[in-house]
T-cell receptor, first 114, second 112 residues
Framework: QKEVEQNSGPLSVPEGAIASLNCTYS??????FFWYRQYSGKSPELIMF????GDKEDGRFTAQLNKASQYVSLLIRDSQPSDSATYLC??????????????FGKGTKLSVIP | EAQVTQNPRYLITVTGKKLTVTCSQN?????MSWYRQDPGLGLRQIYY???????DKGDVPEGYKVSRKEKRNFPLILESPSPNQTSLYFC???????????FGPGTRLTVT
């Protein structure tokens, strides 16, 4: 069974703080995960991609993957009002020989308060 | 410019009137998908295609059809739309399922 669960929001943090977004997944075979950001009324855009255990950093964003715990997180340091958006976690699930589906979590809405 | 285009962007229709939402990408991507997004339910995959003439059901395929006759196009067909298909629809493409998805701008569909 393939499920991607995100911590329920909404999440509010003050400007300059660290925002922590979490995601768990049920398919032990999942090898990689994506974090997308979606502004209201817009399409999702990729902000991070991680496929190995540990941390991956890109500017103010750090993705963490723990395959043993089936847990992936996104940390946003020095949060800015422009980071206010819904963040979607997604992982590919192998649905057949050479065939993959991409399963998204329901998203966590982040508000950064000036 | 590399992009995924969808048409129409907005559509209001009546129950039972067949409609097609077009999706086209100019990046020579093999993998294409259709998603619907509903409040509280997130993005759910309707259909996906690994390559030309290869399509598979996603999590919510009922009431929808797709075809992939050319690599660049992946239309979504609603043969007999119903009000529960009122939603925001996104088309996406990528080099493969393990790669970044590029999303179209979305189509907001209302079925009355």
């Amino acid at each position: 069974q393939k499920e991607v669960e995100q911590n329920s929001g909404p999440l509010s943090v003050p400007e300059g703080a660290i925002a922590s977004l979490n995601c768990t997944y049920s398919d032990r075979g999942s090898q990689s995960f994506f974090w997308y950001r979606q502004y209201s009324g817009k399409s999702p855009e990729l902000i991070m991609f991680i496929y190995s255990n540990g941390d991956k950093e890109d500017g103010r964003f750090t993705a963490q993957l723990n395959k043993a715990s089936q847990y992936v997180s996104l940390l946003i340091r020095d949060s800015q009002p422009s980071d206010s958006a819904t963040y979607l976690c997604a992982g590919p699930y192998q649905s057949g020989a050479g065939s993959y589906q991409l399963t998204f979590g329901k998203g966590t809405k982040l508000s950064v308060i000036p | 410019e590399a992009q995924v285009t969808q048409n129409p962007r907005y559509l209001i229709t009546v129950t039972g009137k067949k409609l097609t939402v077009t999706c086209s990408q100019n990046m020579n991507h093999e993998y294409m998908s259709w998603y619907r997004q509903d409040p509280g339910l997130g993005l759910r995959q309707i259909y996906y295609s690994m390559n030309v003439e290869v399509t598979d059901k996603g999590d919510v395929p009922e009431g929808y059809k797709v075809s992939r006759k050319e690599k660049r196009n992946f239309p979504l067909i609603l043969e007999s739309p119903s009000p529960n298909q009122t939603s925001l629809y996104f088309c996406a493409s990528s080099p493969g399922p393990l790669s970044e998805q590029y999303f179209g701008p979305g189509t907001r569909l209302t079925v009355t």
